[in-house]
């Protein structure tokens, strides 16, 4: 998103949403993930589901995070 506002001069060739009447709302984070266990394949899983950052919650092998 570059801008909001009403007057706003749109180039040529720009797509835009047209939001009206509908909830919008930046990506989701998941605060509890373990990547390690879960395999780097199932990031992509995470962003079909609408979350787009994840903290990973690092498990080494008989120590506590």
């Known amino acids: 998103i570059a801008a ?4 706003l001069e ?3 060739g720009i797509e835009t949403i047209d939001a009206r ?3 919008v709302m ?3 984070i998941d605060m509890h993930v373990h990547v390690q ?3 780097d394949d ?4 995470f962003l079909g589901t609408g979350v ?3 903290r990973d919650l690092v498990y ?6």
Do not use: D, M, N, Y
């Not at 199932?42 to 899983?45: A, N």
């Not at 080494?60 to 995070?65: D, I, S």
């Open 37 to 39: 266990l879960c395999g």
């Open 4 to 7: 909001v506002g009403a007057g």
């Open 10 to 12: 749109i180039p040529e």
């Open 26 to 28: 930046p990506g989701l």
């Open 52 to 54: 787009t950052a994840v």
């Open 60 to 65: 080494v092998h008989g120590q506590r995070a």
């Open 21 to 23: 009447g509908k909830f």
């Open 42 to 45: 199932s990031l992509l899983g």
